[in-house]
DNA sequence: CGATGTCTTGAGTCCCGTCAATGCACGTGG
DNA sequence: CCACGTGCATTGACGGGACTCAAGACATCG
């Protein structure tokens, strides 16, 4: 790797905190790479050979039934972590839903520098645990929302995220963003067929609630009530 | 504290590992308490207090919505850990579902003592991701599964994770074992009403696949089958 | 300007939720 | 010992929200 002092997600990354030698150190043991659109970076129930940092683009964890259906259990962005450390496979399957820009490590080699690095052990304790924290307010989606509770939750989700790493001076929820899912990947998100997805939007900008000036873009013209239909705690 | 060197949690609870000194050291810093069933130790959206190990019995990890419809995101036992480290508020609600005793730490004392200590952020590490790992495999039962297939997979989760924590030697799974859930937190669980519960339990019964002496105790007669039910990976 | 993939919309069905009644185990007191 | 009350669990009848199947609309691109 060349330099990591000058990585865009330098401050947001687990790196961020690590002393400028351990950095090199740590820069030395990964190498950056490409991924496009609609590429897995790894499958579900293979060994766990590498984690990564995403450095730019927007990609999918999913895991799957052995009929096929597929749900999708986290979507990750910029500066966020992959992979699975301390693990012998990777219990998902990670796949670019936006050309993206990765910063790969082998795992093992990860989980050697990992455990002689607590400072960075830290760091990805704290993000397991966001994570997780996640995760569990899905389940709570998942388990007892209903259609228009999903999207309306979804939607504002993704307002906060792209808002947050949009931009790391503004931390603003965005009024105006581009889905970097289509509708089956929504679907797969919120435990939802298309067509019933599809319904649901259609409501909402029915509604006024929302605006649709193209498949993918949404503009949130009645935030109030988006978060009423959302019921968030 | 007494000795956490006789603790009966010494091996499995993330105090494994630690150091006699060490144990010592953190053994001053908590306490140990009785909770009696239905008792909740703590509250979603509550300060974050308190983090605890569980020494002994059952307790249920939930979240609610507004109106009061409950997802129950986590069943712990005997040796795991409850609470949020490094967190303002806690996300969820832990709740008594048999008599139990923990093993109780302030947060921020633990927080501190964490920090100080690679060993046991490196235990509290793994043992999230594999809360992670659980997770997601919940959202994809919540998100894809069929009613059958949530209280095959749940028969099975349970029959598993008993057979764990009944024997520090034997962890093999459990043919026969008290579910520590009412129906309706079955429900609650898998997503479903205590209604679809009830029927799918008789229709397994009925089917032969299942044995049910009692209200809570279940006998699996056919495992085999129940893992085809249960539409596992 | 078709060809193609994605999205939307409609009609019909089904699984699960809702509401309500019944069954069953257990405890208490007459 | 049995009547009665209480709390769960089971079962039944019914309805609705989301799924399925099937067109049709729309955008994008060669």
Not at 20 to 33: I, P, Y
Not at 83 to 95: A, E, I, W
Not at 105 to 128: I, M, V, Y
Not at 129 to 143: I, Q, S, T, V, Y
């Amino acid at each position: 790797m060349k330099d990591c002092t000058q990585c865009i997600v330098r401050n947001r990354a687990i790196c961020a905190g690590l002393e400028t030698d351990e950095l090199e150190l740590l820069g030395r043991l990964g190498r950056k790479q490409k991924v496009s659109k609609g590429q897995t970076v790894f499958w579900e129930g293979d060994d766990a050979v590498v984690v990564a940092n995403v450095i730019d683009g927007v990609l999918k964890v999913s895991m799957s039934l052995p009929d096929g259906r597929e749900q999708i259990v986290g979507i990750v962005f910029s500066s966020d972590f992959i992979g699975r450390p301390f693990g012998q496979h990777s219990p998902y399957s990670v796949t670019a839903l936006t050309d993206a820009e990765l910063c790969i490590f082998s795992r093992s080699t990860f989980d050697n520098f990992a455990q002689q690095h607590p400072e960075l052990e830290h760091k990805l304790l704290r993000r397991t645990l966001n994570e997780l924290d996640r995760a569990h307010a899905w389940m709570l989606l998942l388990g007892k929302k209903t259609a228009t509770e999903r999207i309306a939750t979804l939607l504002l989700e993704m307002s906060a995220r792209l808002g947050e790493t949009g931009c790391t001076i503004d931390n603003g929820a965005l009024d105006a963003f581009e889905l970097p899912l289509d509708r089956q990947q929504i679907g797969d998100v919120l435990g939802l067929t298309i067509e019933t997805v599809s319904r649901q939007f259609s409501k909402l900008k029915a509604e006024g609630v929302i605006h649709l000036p193209s498949r993918r873009t949404v503009c949130i013209r009645d935030r109030t009530r988006l978060q009423g239909l959302s019921a968030a705690a």
